[in-house]
């Protein structure tokens, strides 16, 4: 499809285990961008790619948290060693080039990741 | 760096009756402003968004916002609510090349 793509699309997991969250961003978008949103938490940024610049990654909570982009595409967040406060669902958008254009973003429908 | 401020986490309103979501921001740089909407079960969209121009900016289904630059606002608004405007609603602001943050949005209801 044309949209942004998250897999999967719901994970349960036990805690300790590490996961990896998978997202593809609509082709030919530069930008692209984790968020966490948990009940009642709103929307807390993670990591953000732009381009070949160096990933802004001052929202990730710890460093069991980590993403990497590869190729300019497909990005992957990985959860290491997860904990129950992990439990949340995880969202990935994508956006243009250009900084006019960059702050329209475009989501996926999340992956929603309940550690037991 | 920019940071966003709404201020009501929750506005419980009529059906048909005006509604006000307020946002306030920070930033050091000119931004661009967003309003996301996040609807019941589903993802979240774009609603409107002030880039240049005239401060005032609508969406399609009736909802406007307008920049105010001396307040440091952007505030939501609509004249009349629906029972199918009942969403989360997310103010952003974006400040040139810097990334996209998001205020811890306001969930509107609607009563009939």
């Known amino acids: 499809g044309a949209g942004v793509s998250q897999s999967p699309s719901n994970k349960v997991t036990e805690k300790g285990k590490d996961v990896e969250l998978r997202c593809d961003p609509i082709?030919?978008?530069?930008?692209l961008y984790w968020y966490r949103q948990s009940l009642g938490q709103g929307l807390e940024f993670l990591i953000y790619?732009?381009?070949?610049?160096?990933?802004?990654k001052s929202g990730l909570p710890s460093d069991r948290f980590s993403a990497e982009r590869t190729g300019g595409s497909v990005s992957t967040l990985t959860i290491q060693r997860t904990q129950q406060e992990d439990s949340a669902v995880y969202l990935c958008?994508?956006?243009?080039?250009?900084?006019?254009?960059?702050?329209?973003?475009?989501f996926g429908e999340g992956s929603r990741l309940t550690v037991l | 760096a920019q940071s966003v401020t709404q201020l009501d986490s929750q506005v419980p309103v009529f059906e048909e009756a005006p509604v006000e979501l307020r946002c306030n921001y920070s930033?050091?740089?000119?931004?661009?402003l967003f309003w996301y909407v996040q609807y019941p079960n589903q993802g979240l969209q774009l609603l409107l968004k002030?880039?240049?121009?005239?401060?005032l900016v609508e969406s399609i289904n009736g909802f406007e916002a307008e920049f105010n630059k001396s307040q440091t606002s952007f505030h939501l608004r609509k004249p009349s609510v629906h029972i199918s405007d009942t969403a989360e609603y997310f103010c952003?602001?974006?400040?040139?090349?810097?990334?996209?943050?998001f205020g811890q949005g306001t969930r509107l209801t609607i009563n009939p």
């Open positions: 958008a994508s956006s243009r080039s250009g900084t006019e254009l960059s702050g329209e973003l475009f």
């Open positions: 082709s030919g978008h530069t930008a």
């Open positions: 790619f732009q381009g070949n610049s160096a990933p802004d």
């Open positions: 930033s050091s740089v000119s931004v661009y």
């Open positions: 002030y880039l240049s121009g005239s401060t």
């Open positions: 952003a602001v974006k400040g040139g090349a810097q990334k996209l943050v």
